[in-house]
């Protein structure tokens, strides 16, 4: 499943120092002559492709991005420093466009590609740059130019790292709510999801995964009733899957664990690659059980699937633990996605 992550920033090269206008004083020394010293070079911005960041949520939290200024010159012929050149991290398959012209300035798509956007000021030229034989004490320097100033647009084409599946009413849509910005329609009757959503889930500095939520799956999905059969092919893409269930149906509906298994099924018949792929129990609306019913039902849904992964027990209404959820998905997908040979080899 392919969607467009978006992000504005501005950027700010560094200004050119200023050029000095400067004369040679020293003792026994009449004639000194200029000794003004050239400004710094102001500090460039560069962009540069990164493995392991996964989406441009970073630039929605840091918008402004500012390179040093150069230093001015100074006597004894002394140059100004030069600004650092401040290089700022983006994903794999960043396009770079200009805010105000739609120009495309770059497209980094392999890890270490760099590209300028901002460049630099240059530092002015002091005193001793106009001396001449018939301009023997100038007394004129340059400021230097100011550093470029941009405002730049990044998109990047993305694929759902976490695929949410279950039956319809589950609470995928009030998770993916409740987790990222993303706001698809939630309502109390089946089917108010009509098309796959997808959601940015941010959980820290450089740390941050796309989460995908399909239409809820019903018995035959996989021979095509309901709406999410033709949304499962979208989750083949996916790295982990989240199996949602209701841990609190309405009454005279089936059980949760009858719920699970059924999900089960359709993935089993859909694809054998889908329903081997790896899958996290999360049981939902714990928020209205006591936590002895809570706990009876999960041990159920536990033992009508055989399950030995992973479970997580949740409200996505309240939030109540999604945070440890979200954080330990980011953390097996920095696994999943770590070169072999660094920390142990990859999965």
Request: charged share 25%; aromatic share 4%.
């Amino acid at each position: 499943m392919k969607f467009v992550d978006e992000a504005t920033v501005r950027v700010q090269a560094g200004n050119g120092g200023a050029g000095c206008v400067s004369f040679r004083r020293e003792k026994n020394i009449p004639w000194g002559g200029p000794d003004g010293g050239d400004g710094g070079d102001g500090g460039s911005i560069w962009l540069v492709a990164r493995e392991g960041i996964n989406t441009l949520a970073d630039f929605r939290v840091n918008r402004r991005y500012r390179a040093e200024h150069g230093d001015p010159g100074s006597g004894s012929n002394c140059s100004g420093r030069s600004g650092v050149d401040l290089e700022v991290a983006v994903p794999l398959g960043t396009r770079i466009i200009t805010e105000d012209t739609g120009e495309l300035l770059g497209d980094l798509t392999v890890a270490g590609e760099r590209l300028l956007v901002a460049a630099g000021g240059r530092g002015g030229k002091g005193n001793t740059r106009f001396k001449s034989s018939v301009n023997r004490t100038p007394r004129r320097a340059t400021p230097g130019t100011a550093g470029e100033a941009r405002a730049l647009r990044l998109e990047l084409t993305l694929l759902a790292d976490v695929g949410l599946l279950g039956k319809p009413n589950a609470g995928k849509s009030t998770l993916i709510r409740a987790v990222s910005a993303a706001r698809p329609k939630v309502a109390d009757y089946p089917f108010t999801t009509l098309h796959p959503n997808l959601g940015v889930v941010y959980v820290g500095p450089l740390r941050s995964f796309v989460m995908a939520d399909i239409p809820g799956l019903i018995e035959g999905a996989a021979e095509g009733a309901g709406l999410g059969m033709r949304f499962l092919r979208h989750l083949e893409r996916t790295r982990l899957l989240l199996h949602v269930v209701d841990l609190a149906p309405p009454p005279g509906t089936s059980e949760p664990a009858d719920d699970a298994a059924e999900i089960v099924r359709e993935l089993d018949r859909f694809s054998a690659t889908l329903a081997a792929r790896e899958r996290w129990l999360v049981l939902n609306k714990a928020d209205l059980l006591q936590a002895e019913e809570a706990a009876r039902r999960e041990a159920a849904v536990v033992a009508a699937l055989g399950w030995s992964g992973p479970v997580y027990r949740i409200s996505a209404l309240t939030g109540e633990g999604t945070g440890r959820l979200m954080g330990d998905v980011m953390t097996r997908l920095e696994d999943i996605l770590r070169p072999a040979g660094e920390d142990g080899a990859a999965d």
